[in-house]
């Protein structure tokens, strides 16, 4: 195959030369190849997303995606720097919603509800489909005021003692509890970052969501910090769905049940994890886990 040389004339704008001479080598003779692979669609989803495209202006981030979240499994989506991961992370509960040039089109529904009706208010699905952000970000309010905000806004108790009940619970599932307990109206930005990072996930789970997006979660942990907050993964799937964006491979190969690869704005492959990391079905997507670019 012949490697263009001219790359300003490839299809692949505002990418890094490194993507661009990947995606020429790969592509350029495969160009119907970009469809997606694999298994993007499974039985009784909790979340279902179809041809969903999201612009920032002019420019498409996302091109005509379409998958299910599972109940009670973690999807990892994996991909090089600018592929469109967390822009279709950011989808999954609106939050896209506040950035004022992005457009999304297409349908991405919860259970049977249609997100991007105009009727939905985004408040309330934000509790159901939480989100946990690559930094830390706990409120500048004590260990319990963080964890006890969202039944307080959502309504979810009606007196003191459900509210403890309720903090002291989601503190627990976080393994956190025994750490705090003794301290719980101490400032949560006085924690360390993996506990920052467990605080912010009990925050999320305190209102009972049926999906929780994790954003790079550990990028910004320590090793033992990291395998704590992947326990509690293993843990929280049990209940929950969860949808993790994360650069490492090797942690998504630990964590996940299925996993989704993107690529400058397409979903290339989808497919249970141990056969998309041992046996993957896209050119794209053994390049990216060989290392051969990425």
Known sequence: MELA??????????????????????????????????????????MTCRSVDVFYGDAQAIKNVSI??????????????????????????????????????????????????PK?????????????????????KSIFDNIAYGPKIHG??????????IVETALTRAGLWSEVKDRLHAPGTGLSGG???????ARAIAVSPEVILMDEP????????TAKVEELIAELRQQFSIVIVTHAMQQASRVSQRTAYFHL??????????????????????DYITGRFG
Request: charged content about 25%; glycine content about 6%.
């Open 5 to 46: 040389t001219d790359m300003t004339n490839t299809p692949f704008p505002g990418f890094s030369d490194k993507e661009k001479t990947a995606a020429t080598v790969v592509g350029s003779a495969k160009e119907s190849s970009r469809k997606t692979v694999g298994e993007p669609f499974i039985d009784n989803p909790r």
């Open 68 to 117: 299910d979240v599972g109940r009670n499994e973690v999807l990892a989506m994996i991909g090089p720097s600018g592929c469109g991961k967390s822009t279709f992370l950011r989808c999954l509960n609106r939050m896209n919603d506040t950035v004022a040039s992005c457009r999304v089109e297409g349908e991405i529904r919860l259970d049977d509800m249609d997100i991007y009706d």
């Open 120 to 140: 939905v208010d985004v408040v309330p699905l934000r509790a159901r489909v939480g989100m946990v952000f690559q930094k830390p970000n706990p409120f500048p």
């Open 156 to 165: 979810l108790t009606s007196n003191k003692a459900e509210l403890a009940e």
């Open 195 to 201: 506990q920052q990072q467990r605080l912010c996930i």
């Open 218 to 225: 550990c990028s910004a942990l320590d090793p033992i910090a």
């Open 265 to 286: 704005g397409d979903l290339i492959e989808v497919g249970p994890t141990d056969r998309v990391f041992t046996n993957p079905r896209h050119q794209l997507t053994e």
